[in-house]
Each structure stands twice: as C-alpha cells, then as structure tokens.
C-alpha cells in the first residue's frame, strides 16, 4: 500500500498546488509531515481545506492522541470519492454524524 500513498515534508505549502497534482497520478492519498504543528492547528486547517476543496477529503493524526494514532502529526489528503466507496464497502458510519 507503500506505494500508493505519497509522503510529504509540509512546509507553509499550496495545498492547491498538489491536489491538482494529485489528479494526475495513481496516489490514492498524500500524507503531509508536520512534525511541529498541534493538533488543534491540524484540525483547523482540515476545516479550512475541507471547506476549500470538495473533490478531497482532509484529514489529520496526531500521536497524543494515542490509539493508532500516527508517530508524527501528519494531515492527510485522499480522494473523496474512493474514500466515500470504501467507507460504503466496509460499513462505515461516521461517529460523529447526528441522526
């Protein structure tokens, strides 16, 4: 799955930038290394991103929150779409959706 996912080393990027590179290759999703930033930063930079752009799907990890959480803070960046089928295949309901 390596090589399916591209690595990043985050530096104040243009996030535009690599979503429209993104389109133009067999990446399923772009892990962005942050390694200083918080997880109250990454989160509010998800919102920001998700609002900006609806063909992605942001989202973030940050290891004090333990669990399977990753080593490094990281914002992730996946096709909407194919993350919305894969969800759907394997049953997935968001926890925090209200009924």
């Known amino acids: 799955m ?13 996030f535009n930038t690599w979503r429209l590179f993104l ?12 390694p200083e930033k918080t997880s109250d930063w990454l ?13 992605y799907e942001w989202l973030w990890s940050h290891p004090e929150h ?10 992730i960046q ?8 894969l969800r759907e295949k394997l049953g997935y309901e968001d926890e925090t959706e209200i009924d």
């Open 2 to 14: 390596a090589d399916t996912i591209l690595f990043v080393d985050y530096a104040e990027t243009d």
């Open 78 to 85: 996946q096709n909407r779409k194919q993350l919305e089928m």
């Open 43 to 55: 989160n509010s930079k998800c919102d920001e991103l998700n609002a900006l752009q609806s063909d």
């Open 23 to 34: 389109k133009h290759t067999n990446f399923e999703a772009t892990v962005f290394k942050c």
């Open 66 to 75: 333990g669990g399977d959480s990753t080593h490094i803070p990281v914002l």
